[in-house]
């Protein structure tokens, strides 16, 4: 790049337009940067984070950048070149400095010293650990060496959806040499490595004056003297490129051979894409592997995603996708993440996908031929070194007319998967547009997928937790014990439905979520139980944010407490409206979905000490909660063949924080015993045998004993979390 385009740049005041780019976002703030003057590694991590804040630049968990400065060596005090480069996993747009690696440049340059050839390529990730300057740093990642080698202060290594259409073209080295007048050089495909860094450095030695190195079918090197050298020269370059592909094809084409079918209205593709997910989830949750949580039988339960999103639709309904959907990825990010192909529906876009049968016995088929492509593929390709089979199920499924469904171990994978195969759909576009769009050879990504190096990522990642993979809706989980529950939901795996009657508490617990937990953990919708239309809603909202329903709790509740011939008939609907006709309604729309996935699942009911004694003034909630306690007795015994446990957890006396005291049920129980209203903590936990108070938390423990996996084989149980209320033993 000319030195008089950089200084031109510089002396454009950022954010005022004076950069003209249109494909992508100019981030840089000359404020922002002026504060890390001097400290090149800061520079470093700001120039990540715009970067990775453009997902048109790198999609989540892709790329890699660096940088190179003098630094104090802590043995003998003298001045060493140091590389700074994103560690293994991380995402570039939240990347902090601890999530860099740091070496020595000139040890690391001299592992070619010691360097086999290609077939001992994966020796040398070993030996990075010889190269470490930073004790503290990250585990340098595969791409270290393709940075080590390359002679430049500051080094991007991005996946932009542009320049990858290039880099997957039929043409695409002619297309580049053309396109850049030979300032960008091209490497032909090569998985990462020690090997393909020294490539990158022969590249820049045959030629000086390249700005950059496109990766055949995988991604984009570009570098500068500084930061924001670095910067500008990664956006000018995705810029041109984006600039190159055309928004339809040449030569009077359509794009992707043009529309086969039309999508359904908005409304209707969500409708079916509901009624769909929780049979696909079903069939996706294949056998348990790699010690993951299980459902009924042994299945791993998967968490989905769907999108309508218009580029997806235009590729599904295409008269192309037939030819180009088995091709697969071609960027290994992409396929790591979707699967080698994906799986599309041979589903009329107006089939009729209400009968849940039905519907089974056209897709199983599917599905077991898409199982025996990915075993055929894994057998043909194997070494006698390669890790075994991984789930054959597919990631990414598409249904022409609707939309794409995605299946992961849990959220963030399965979004991210979704996010990674519309970059995929983006890099055909491009490469059709002007070229003829290849993807890796089999065996080539095969080598990807089942490299050593990726299984031995995949055995040292964390355990799942053991609510992993399941989803769970809490009746009134916007407070009180509901919320208690969900946290405790949350904080062992599981994806969490927020609900509750009132939106402004609802939004607030949403909200809370969010913070503690991420965007991926919880969904809201409002939700009266009493009201089927709400409860359908909101089963509905759950399928379409995560795929299905694995674990019911009935929490909603309300108590009156009155004497017999003080309650009103109004007091008396009322409760038995929430309690008893709630949990029907709510169970019943729940085993509806857990049947379509044939995976089991959970209904926990929370009941109450007063199920089985009740105290005075209590006629009216004491034999609501008694039909609850009978209902799930019915449940249980009616569910067990589905796999489908029902439990019950009694609470007595939860004061703190709970709903259930609003409305006058404290001053009503403080008159019955005779005492103030103060006073009734201290009533309540000296009555009992452990003279303890019970808290939310104490019931949201219990809960999760009934499912954390530990009683998978128990059904119609009663826990009581009251402290020891002898007369309330069940005999």
């Avoid at 005022?16 to 001097?38: I, Q, T």
């Avoid at 950048?65 to 996993?89: F, H, I, R």
């Avoid at 015993?673 to 939310?696: D, F, Q, S, W």
């Amino acid at each position: 790049m000319e030195s008089k385009n950089i200084n031109a740049l510089q002396s454009s005041p950022s954010g005022a337009g004076g950069l003209d780019f249109k494909h992508v976002s100019y981030l840089w703030n000359d404020e922002e940067a002026a504060k890390l003057a001097g400290d090149e590694v800061a520079l470093l991590v700001y120039r990540s984070n715009l970067l990775g804040a453009d997902l048109r630049l790198t999609n989540y968990g892709g790329g890699n950048t660096s940088c190179k400065a003098m630094a104090t060596d802590p043995l003998t005090g003298k001045q060493v070149e140091v590389m700074w480069v994103k560690g293994s996993g991380g995402d570039l747009g939240t990347m902090k400095r601890s999530g860099l690696a740091a070496l020595y440049v000139d040890r690391l340059r001299a592992l070619k010293n010691v360097y086999r050839g290609i077939e001992h390529e994966d020796e040398m990730v070993e030996l990075f650990n010889h190269c470490i300057y930073d004790l503290a740093s990250k585990a340098p990642s595969i791409d270290t060496p393709l940075h080590g080698f390359l002679p430049y202060k500051h080094i991007d290594h991005l996946h932009p959806d542009a320049a990858i259409a290039i880099a997957a073209a039929k043409d695409g080295k002619q297309i580049t040499q053309e396109l850049f007048n030979g300032t960008i050089g091209w490497v032909e495909w090569q998985r990462p490595g020690f090997d393909l860094g020294l490539k990158l450095k022969a590249a820049v030695d045959e030629n000086p004056n390249l700005r950059g190195i496109m990766l055949g079918s995988h991604g984009l090197f570009t570098w500068g003297d500084t930061a924001y050298e670095s910067y500008i020269n990664t956006l000018e370059v995705i810029e041109r490129c984006a600039e190159y592909l055309p928004p339809s094809p040449k030569g009077g084409k359509k794009t992707f051979g043009g529309a086969k079918l039309q999508s359904l209205p908005k409304e209707q593709r969500l409708q079916k894409a509901a009624a769909l997910m929780p049979i696909l989830r079903g069939l996706c949750s294949g056998s348990d592997l790699h010690n993951s949580p299980s459902g009924a039988g042994g299945k791993r339960s998967m968490i989905g995603h769907f999108t309508d999103d218009e580029r997806v639709l235009e590729y599904i309904n295409s008269n192309d996708l037939e030819r180009l959907a088995p091709m697969g990825t071609s960027c290994p990010d992409h396929f790591l993440r979707t699967k080698i192909s994906p799986l599309v529906l041979n589903l009329a876009v107006d089939e009729d996908v209400t009968n849940a049968e039905s519907i089974k016995q056209k897709l199983q088929p599917q599905f077991e031929e898409y199982r025996k492509m990915y075993a055929d593929y894994y057998n043909t390709c194997k070494h006698p070194d390669s890790p075994a089979m991984r789930d054959a199920n597919p990631v990414i499924i598409l249904y022409p007319g609707v939309g794409m469904f995605s299946f992961a171990k849990d959220k963030q994978t399965t979004r991210v998967a979704s996010e990674f195969y519309i970059n995929a759909i983006n890099v055909m576009k491009g490469a059709e547009a002007v070229s003829e769009y290849t993807s890796l050879p089999r065996q080539e990504a095969f080598n990807i997928e089942y490299w050593l190096l990726e299984e031995a990522k995949l055995q040292r990642m964390p355990k799942p937790k053991p609510l992993s993979g399941r989803i769970a809706l809490i009746t009134g989980s916007a407070g009180g014990i509901g919320k208690a529950i969900a946290k405790k939901f949350a904080e062992e795996g599981a994806c969490i439905v927020i609900n509750d009657i009132n939106e402004e508490r609802m939004k607030g617990a949403m909200e809370e979520f969010q913070k503690q937990f991420g965007r991926d953990t919880a969904a809201s919708t409002l939700l009266d139980v009493t009201n089927n239309e709400t409860i359908e809603r909101a089963f509905t909202d759950a399928v379409l944010a995560f795929g299905g329903i694995d674990i019911v709790v009935n929490n909603a509740g309300i108590s009156i407490s009155k004497s017999i011939t003080d309650h009103s008939i109004a007091d008396w609907d009322k409760l038995y409206d929430i309690l008893v006709k709630g949990q029907f309604l709510v169970s019943k729309l729940g085993v509806e979905i857990m049947r379509k996935q044939n995976i089991g699942g959970d209904i926990i009911n929370i009941v109450s000490k007063n199920s089985v004694v009740a105290g005075p003034n209590n006629a009216g909630y004491g034999s609501a909660k008694a039909a609850q306690a009978h209902l799930s007795r019915l449940l249980a015994a009616e569910l067990g063949a589905d796999k489908i446990r029902v439990n019950t957890v009694n609470p007595d006396a939860v004061i703190a924080d709970s709903n259930i005291w609003a409305g006058g049920w404290a001053e009503g129980r403080a008159k019955a015993y005779g005492i103030k209203v103060e006073e009734l903590p201290a009533y309540y936990a000296k009555r009992t045998l452990l003279n303890e108070t019970i808290l939310p938390e104490d019931i949201a423990n219990a809960c999760f004993v009934f499912v954390s996996g530990l009683l998978n084989k128990s059904t119609g149980n009663v826990l009581n979390v009251d402290g020891g209320v002898a007369a309330a033993f069940l005999r």
